[in-house]
């Protein structure tokens, strides 16, 4: 019954931490954040990860990018594919290089710092979407472009994955050719479902003479979306915020947005958040302070830069390309399961495990403020 404890202590205190944050000025996902931090294994260890909180939090991530696909203005979106692909390419091309040059500057094999900058490469916007969504910025020209540039930069970053795995990794080889061809094809079916399946399946599931018919329909449509998501090699996520896009050109999207939020927040988002900050670790952290300060420092500079950059680049005046960047610097969950992919197949070295970890931390911690201070 210990779980019971863990989604008491989660759900008490992420609650009071958000309201303090807010209080203070700063997002409430910054203070979820921080409590991860504090009831984990890092400082009370009330807290312990394991599977009961690593599957809360996969529903949890799922959800929050379901809600954003359904509040996304799917026009906006598209006017700002080109700035999406700008922000996408020199927010992997500027970590990717820095990474690497860190990792050969402490001395690690060429395959072990070319992985690092894959790690440093990653962006997840799922941190993001939320500080959006809290500023009502969501469907602004800057959060709209956020969005695609996620989207793209996780097809970027898995297929360099691919590579890199392919040719160091212990595991097959990967044909390059077919990694490309899952990609495709998940974007033609979920276009294709979008606007053929996903309409009719609403209008025959709605009618059923059951509890929450419609609701349940879209949780069907958004597991469906994410399931396939997994299986072309895609993050769960981007299933699932091409599921709430779907759904919101359905007469059905009020419906679905009013009852999915109270299931969310309640009680899996908030995990989610938590979840983040379990992860973190101080053991051996001394003898590799240096690496984590430099390691964080330029995670933070390169994705703010090269993400910024690519939105001036493409008609974005300089504040909003610094919004831009700033929304892409969070590497979150998308970065801890590529590190522990790494480690697995000897990509990471397994002493500088924690301190990458502790520096996508960071990058996740500094997120929030630093958007929203980067919109006043």
Same mark, same amino acid.
């Given at each position: 019954?210990e ?53 809360m ?8 990018? &379901?809600?954003? !696909?359904?509040?996304?203005? $799917?026009?906006? #979106? ?6 999406? =692909? /700008? *922000? @996408? %390419? ?72 691919a590579?890199?795995?392919?040719? &160091?990794?212990? !595991?097959?080889?990967?044909? $390059?050719?077919? #990694? ?6 998940? =974007? /033609? *079916? @979920? %276009? ?5 399946t ?7 599931l ?11 329909a879209a ?22 915020f ?11 999207k ?23 900050? $379990? ?13 984590? %300060? ?21 008609g ?46 960071v ?14």
């Amino acid at each position: 019954m210990e779980f019971i404890l863990y989604l008491l202590l989660i759900l008490l205190f992420t609650k009071l931490a958000g309201d303090l944050s807010v209080r203070l000025g700063q997002p409430a996902v910054l203070g979820k954040l921080l409590v991860g931090i504090l009831l984990g294994p890092a400082v009370l260890g009330w807290v312990q990860p394991g599977g009961f909180i690593h599957y809360m939090s996969e529903i949890g991530v799922l959800l929050l990018m &379901f809600i954003a !696909g359904l509040e996304t203005d $799917l026009r906006q #979106l598209r006017e700002n594919w080109k700035a999406a =692909f /700008a *922000v @996408a %390419v020199g927010g992997i091309l500027l970590p990717f290089a820095g990474g690497f040059a860190i990792g050969e500057w402490f001395g690690f094999a060429d395959y072990n710092s070319l992985f690092l900058g894959v790690i440093l490469s990653a962006t997840s916007v799922s941190i993001s979407v939320q500080v959006l969504k809290e500023m009502d910025r969501l469907n602004s020209p800057e959060g709209s472009t956020i969005l695609g540039a996620a989207v793209i930069d996780d097809i970027l970053v898995v297929i360099l994955l691919a590579v890199l795995m392919s040719f &160091f990794g212990t !595991g097959d080889n990967i044909s $390059l050719s077919l #990694l490309i061809g899952q990609k495709l094809l998940f =974007f /033609a *079916v @979920a %276009v294709i479902a979008g606007w053929l399946t996903v309409p009719r399946l609403m209008r025959w599931l709605a009618p059923l003479r059951v509890t929450e018919a419609v609701m349940t329909a879209a949780l069907v449509i958004l597991f469906a979306y994410a399931y396939f998501a997994e299986k072309m090699g895609m993050a769960g996520i981007i299933g699932a915020f091409a599921a709430g896009i779907a759904i919101a050109q359905t007469p059905f999207k009020q419906v679905v947005e009013s009852k999915v939020e109270p299931i969310a927040y309640t009680l899996f988002v908030p995990v989610f958040f938590v979840s983040i900050g $379990l992860n973190v670790s101080f053991e051996g952290l001394g003898s590799h302070i240096l690496f984590v %300060v430099v390691l964080s420092m330029f995670a933070i500079l390169a994705k703010w830069l090269g993400g910024g950059i690519g939105a001036r680049l493409t008609g974005f005046n300089t504040r909003s390309s610094l919004i831009i960047g700033a929304g892409m610097i969070s590497r979150g969950e998308v970065a801890l399961i590529i590190a522990a992919t790494g480690l697995a197949s000897g990509l990471l070295l397994p002493q500088y495990f924690t301190g990458v970890i502790i520096a996508v931390m960071v990058t996740t911690l500094v997120t929030p403020p630093l958007l929203k201070g980067m919109f006043r």
